[in-house]
């Protein structure tokens, strides 16, 4: 035989009792010494000492939203769209890409945003392409188009 015990030889520690009660069966109750003339005079002295509040200012009426001013561009449909000349400032292979590849020169932007309706191409994910002023603006903003 070997020298190693096995698991059910192995010894078994038992948890020792605590020879000190619980610390809930030591707490006293509630003392009801106190009577009900002793709890009324309490609540009359903190009553009497309390001063009605004078200094509040009244509510005023809140405004209602006004309503927010748009911060996309809107552009008409009659202007027209034209190439600076700068290189495409997107990723090719973008979603965005996809709808730039749809600027024509001398196109104007009605006829873009019927071209970007009616397009079959689709993004990356194989979604129809979602497009439009946003596109327009930001083109604007990095100088890839001019709107005249």
Known sequence: MSNVASITEAPVKKKA??????????KNPASSTASEKDREQALN???QATEPV????PLRAVPPPQPRERKSAVYSGGLTIKFTGAPN????GTNRAEIWSLFEDGMTVG????ALDA??????NG???KGGHGDLKIAVEKGYIELV
């Open 54 to 57: 004078s200094n509040v200012s």
């Open 17 to 26: 009792k605590s020879s000190k009660p619980a610390k809930a069966a030591n």
């Open 111 to 114: 006829g873009f945003m019927s």
């Open 119 to 124: 397009t079959d191409k689709r993004g990356k």
């Open 45 to 47: 002295s903190v009553t």
């Open 127 to 129: 979604k129809t392409l």
């Open 89 to 92: 400032p997107v990723r090719t």
